[in-house]
């Protein structure tokens, strides 16, 4: 009986949520447009394979291997030649300026060095960008077959297979990221609102003088919720595979736990937030609080694996570090939950002690 | 009139009931019994304590000290029980506005758990008594003052509560809704339900069986409206004069006057009653009264309130002539 009873108490509040959902119309249009406009702004603009840097030439030779060699630069995409310069100084302001981010210095003596097979120039970087320096660090060795006519190049050390992205595109590691990234903001900022509203509203005052528990509460706000977080993975992940023809190789259902999991977790997280705020714009600034360290620790943008350790303990505990490892290794390596214990663990451990907590933080009483 | 018999059943039982916030004590040793199927008022101004104690009634508070039965159940520590057998009817509109006026019924009676037959016949005849019909597909955010107050009622009169609390709740309304409102709590303590109800208006203190009259935290005086007025010890004269300021400030240098206030031409002054005739006293303390018309007028409200707390009512005190 009073089992009946909570499942039609959490009943009411999430058919009331869904009906307050579906008539605030931006809050609804955003549960759509937030995941389209953004998949399809980062899929086209996060690249991580660097191209077209703007570079300087200053050919002290003036020699027709200077010239070769200013081709051969434009033919590897690294860069693209925008200014040539007489003298290093000039072309070292135009990097202070901006202009540029390199500049390769060619001496007079150049045809000279090219047939003792020496060092030919210099390029001045400017190294602020680590990325870009990293890709002219790549043009250290670029091969001058084509130019000399002998066969310069040493045979690797190495062969490197390319295993699930062999084409290195960057959409295929941003798409399942960014519904680590997209879920983890929408979820949070509905729940963390989620309670606030209601006492900034006025409405709680009469809520807590209802029969109505904190974990029935709590229980109802949440569920609508995960039909929208469904909605959100279905856009990112259906415009992610059409669009930017990203392989989903693990199976429907494991993908759809892994996600299940994960959404309940972020909620939770938004619903102790939402318990411990007390004004919205409180709620909106710890959701901030949360999504940066989101994107920028959990693995979405830098390999996790390269942050220091204090860092990692830190994203370790973000759902969303374990969800960006889950959801890559279900869509690109065709991984299942299973194979992820701890990761699995982890969410589901999170979203029952947030589940409590927020249940205890939430008090019927005023004082 | 109504004196409360020892034998009688009590809806509230509040022995000693004190609040603080820090330092701030909001009530002080607050006694309150409340017989069941009577409409209790507290009067006072805004902060006097009524609103803390309504939520201490309600268990939403735990008072710092003092022990409270309510419908016999001990508060705090069963106020989830007590939650099923009382109405609660909050100062602001705490309805869902973006919900509409059925909607909102639906709600809160899915929250008590009715059952889905009980729960729409109880609705429809919720709407038809409180005059609803027309409004009810409309967004509780459009509803004017009165009709929010008469949703809010309705609402809280779902689950058939024994036991009303009202904080404020004709402050957002106009005085013929205000009416209309009393009517309809007089038809609820009819059919036997009690009701606690806060107030600042002296016409609707006048309406209940029983009234407290709280000042920062303290209950002044409490009683039935007609005891409260025979036993305020003062007699009320009112007196038509010229210069009427001037008048009102030298009268209240008497020790033997109470109060002076202005009320348009005349000025009321309450007189001690241990002056037996003031008439005829107030004529000699101001010889150049001789002419002026004076007459005994008959006590209410404002007077015992401003007896009890020793003061004008000042601005939030509102006495509205309905």
């Known amino acids: 009986m009073s089992f009946t009873n909570s499942i039609r108490r959490i009943k009411a509040i999430t058919v009331k949520e869904i009906r307050q959902l579906k008539r605030d119309r931006i809050t609804f249009g955003m549960v759509v447009m937030i995941p389209l406009i953004q998949l399809l702004l980062f899929g086209y603009a996060i690249n991580t394979d660097v191209r077209n840097v703007p570079v300087a030439i200053v050919d002290q030779s003036d020699s027709a291997a200077g010239r070769w060699i200013v081709e051969a630069i434009k033919v590897t995409q690294v860069a693209s030649v925008e200014a040539f310069y007489k003298t290093s100084t000039e072309a070292e302001a135009a990097i202070t300026r901006g202009e540029v981010r390199a500049a390769l210095i060619l001496p007079p003596n150049l045809t000279e060095k090219l047939a003792n097979n020496e060092t030919l120039g210099q390029w001045i970087v400017d190294g602020s960008d680590t990325m870009i320096a990293g890709a002219m660090k790549q043009l250290r060795n670029m091969p001058l077959d084509q130019i000399t006519g002998i066969n310069t190049q040493k045979p690797a050390t190495f062969e490197v297979a390319l295993f699930y992205n062999p084409e290195q595109r960057s959409a295929v590691n941003i798409v399942p990221g960014l519904i680590a990234v997209i879920l983890t903001m929408t979820m949070i900022l509905f729940t963390s609102a989620a309670i606030v509203r209601e006492r900034e509203k006025g409405n709680l005052e009469l809520l807590i003088t209802t029969p109505i528990k904190p974990l029935e509460l709590m229980l109802g706000k949440i569920l609508p919720y995960i039909i929208v977080g469904l909605i959100q993975m279905t856009i990112i992940l259906g415009l992610g595979h059409f669009i930017f023809d990203v392989p989903i190789n693990g199976s429907l259902a494991q993908l759809l736990m892994g996600t299940l999991l994960f959404i309940a977790a972020s909620l939770t997280l938004g619903l102790i937030i939402s318990t411990i705020a007390r004004t919205q714009l409180q709620a909106m600034q710890m959701t901030i609080f949360i999504i940066l360290p989101t994107i920028l620790l959990s693995g979405f943008m830098f390999p996790f694996e390269a942050m220091p350790k204090p860092a990692q303990w830190i994203a370790e505990i973000l759902p969303a570090t374990h969800f960006m490892r889950i959801i890559r290794a279900v869509v690109l390596r065709g991984g299942e939950i299973g194979d992820m214990p701890f990761d699995t663990l982890w969410l589901v451990g999170f979203t029952v002690i947030g589940i409590i907590i927020a249940s205890l933080r939430f008090n019927k009483r005023l004082d | ?322």
């Open chain 2, 1 to 322: 009139m109504s004196n409360l018999s020892p034998s009688s059943e009590l809806a509230i039982d509040a022995k000693g009931l004190t609040k603080k916030f820090g330092q701030l004590a909001a009530v002080s040793d607050l006694n309150l019994q409340v017989p069941k199927g009577h409409i209790y008022g507290f009067l006072g101004p805004n902060g006097c304590g009524k609103s803390t104690s309504i939520r201490m009634l309600t268990g939403l508070l735990t008072p710092t000290e003092g022990s409270i039965q309510v419908l016999g159940m001990s508060i705090p520590k069963q106020a989830e029980a007590l939650r099923l057998r009382i109405g609660y009817m909050t100062q602001k509109f705490s309805l869902y506005e973006d919900l509409t006026v059925k909607e909102n019924l639906e709600f809160i009676s899915q929250i008590y758990c009715l059952s889905p037959n009980d729960s729409r016949s109880k609705i429809s005849q919720l709407i038809s008594t409180y005059n609803l019909l027309k409004q009810q597909h409309q967004f509780a955010g459009t509803l004017s003052g009165g009709q929010k107050q008469r949703l809010s009622l309705a609402c809280a009169c779902l689950n058939e509560p024994e036991l009303l609390f009202l904080d404020e709740p004709t402050s957002a309304v106009d005085p013929q809704n205000r009416r209309d409102f009393w009517e309809q709590l007089f038809d609820l303590s009819e059919t036997g339900t009690s009701i606690l109800v806060t107030t600042h208006y002296m016409d609707e203190a006048e309406r209940c069986h029983g009234l407290a009259i709280m000042e920062q935290g303290f209950i002044r005086a409490d009683g039935s409206p007609n005891d409260l007025m025979q036993q305020m010890g003062v007699n009320v004269l009112e007196v038509s004069h010229s210069s009427l300021r001037e008048l009102k400030n030298s009268l209240l240098a008497f020790k033997e006057i109470k109060s002076a206030a202005q009320l348009g031409s005349r000025l009321r002054v309450l007189v001690d009653n241990r002056v037996t005739d003031p008439n005829a006293w107030l004529r000699q303390a101001r010889p150049d009264l001789k002419q002026a018309e004076i007459r005994l007028a008959p006590p209410n409200l404002e007077d015992v309130f401003v007896t009890v707390t020793g003061q004008q009512p000042s601005s939030p005190i509102i006495s509205a002539e309905v």
